[in-house]
């Protein structure tokens, strides 16, 4: 079954498609490229985080058109571009979306296990919380959140993107995540934490003095 892989932009895109090899590749205008994607189920995003491994406003648009994608019935599969684009760089491409295309459907052929699937997920048990300022830890940002300040954490793109969505500071990254927090003036008035990932806190006590921190743990399905 052929692949097609897209090197996403906002005003054109790279894409290739293949299945062992690629056999075909170029770059349309993003207004153009559902045409190449239409007969095709599974699609494989290039994921653009920032050298860290962090996210960057343009790894949230390239999540913002996957989410149009699965709406759409497509199976999107997000696969890290860094080492691509440093390496139409490196070749000095002029082609350089289509190239990059090439290289993230290789990469797939070659490592399809390297890639994540956007899926959405929800709280469980979701709950009304009212705040200033929360830190979030791998929790999707509900309706029935009122938060002002939102500092978070999560490599999951669907729940990273809900909680940019709402203004806040999301990181991949959890070193730079706790590091973050011990530079905070003033501590969140709550976390809001994934159960599955509590063993974390501990980490975030040694950061800073959460002893007397509000904890609200929730489920994820």
Same mark, same amino acid.
């Given at each position: 079954m052929s692949i097609i892989a897209i090197d996403y932009g906002k005003s054109k895109c790279g894409y290739a498609i293949g299945t062992m090899f690629v056999s075909e590749s170029g770059t349309v205008k993003t207004s153009d490229i559902q045409k190449k994607m239409e007969k095709f189920r599974e699609i494989v995003l290039g994921l653009p985080l920032s050298m860290s491994g962090n996210y960057s406003t343009q790894t949230f648009e390239v999540i913002k058109f996957g989410l149009s994608l699965l709406k759409a019935?497509?199976?999107?599969?997000?696969?890290?571009? /860094?080492m691509t684009t440093k390496m139409a760089k490196v070749y000095d #491409? #002029? +082609? &350089? +979306? /289509?190239? %990059?295309? *090439?290289?993230?459907?290789? &990469? $797939?052929?070659? !490592?399809? &296990?390297?890639?994540? *699937?956007?899926?959405?997920?929800?709280?469980?048990?979701?709950? *009304?919380?009212?705040?200033?300022? !929360? !830190?979030?830890? @791998?929790?999707?940002c509900d309706k029935d959140f009122h938060i002002s300040k939102i500092i978070g954490y999560s490599e999951d793109p669907y729940i990273a993107y809900t909680m940019f969505k709402e203004g806040g500071f999301? $990181?991949?990254?959890? @070193? =730079?995540?706790?590091? @973050?927090?011990?530079?905070?003036e003033k501590l969140p008035d709550c976390v809001i934490i994934d159960n %599955?990932?509590? @063993? #974390?806190?501990?980490?975030?006590? =040694? !950061?800073r003095n959460w002893q007397n921190m509000k904890i609200i743990g929730l489920d994820i399905k």
């Open positions: 019935g497509k199976r999107v599969l997000f696969i890290d571009e /860094r #491409k #002029k +082609d &350089d +979306d /289509r190239f %990059s295309a *090439e290289q993230l459907l290789l &990469d $797939y052929l070659q !490592a399809p &296990d390297r890639t994540i *699937e956007l899926k959405t997920s929800v709280a469980s048990k979701p709950q *009304e919380i009212s705040c200033e300022c !929360a !830190a979030i830890v @791998n929790v999707p999301v $990181y991949r990254v959890w @070193n =730079d995540f706790v590091q @973050n927090l011990t530079l905070l %599955s990932m509590r @063993n #974390k806190l501990s980490e975030l006590s =040694d !950061a």
